[in-house]
């Protein structure tokens, strides 16, 4: 290994290290929070909630809901829920069929983990549907927002 190789792994392991030291800092200060959100999403399905930090936790435990709605697959970047929504809302047309967007916990039933995600909603046959970007989730619980909070959210201002 050059020195240079061994330089690039010292700088990758302490910044691993430094995310695993705010990830426990996090939780435990969080630990009520993230106990009454696992307590709500597991009475819907799945076993377990992903560790890693979500700082609209509040929000979701607050004012979330449990969407029970049909999901239309729009494909985009993989892992970029994020991403593509706020994408998407920013290039909408003004009488599109997304409304709303959302941020919470999408369950994956394949490893039974409750993630953070994000997604839209559309009107598509006379009633909202889930509009997904990344995969389809087995159970969706968050925030719907409203024009000028989704818009906040889609653009970080």
């Not at 799945?46 to 697959?73: A, D």
């Not at 993989?78 to 809302?89: A, G, I």
Request: hydrophobic share 35%.
């Amino acid at each position: 290994m050059t020195e240079f190789d061994k330089e690039c792994l010292a700088r990758v392991e302490a910044c691993q290290r430094k995310q695993r030291e705010e990830q426990e800092a996090w939780n435990a200060a969080n630990a009520e929070s993230i106990l009454s959100m696992k307590e709500k999403l597991t009475g819907i399905g799945g076993s377990r909630v992903s560790p890693q930090i979500f700082i609209e936790l509040p929000f979701v435990l607050k004012l979330g809901e449990y969407m029970n709605l049909p999901v239309t697959l729009r494909r985009m970047e993989p892992s970029r829920c994020h991403d593509n929504v706020s994408k998407l809302w920013l290039t909408r047309k003004p009488k599109g069929r997304l409304k709303k967007i959302c941020f919470g916990y999408g369950l994956t039933k394949d490893d039974g983990m409750w993630r953070p995600h994000s997604w839209g909603l559309i009107v598509r046959r006379g009633g909202f549907r889930i509009l997904e970007t990344t995969v389809i989730r087995d159970a969706y619980f968050g925030v719907i927002m409203n024009e000028k909070a989704a818009t906040y959210w889609a653009t970080g201002d």
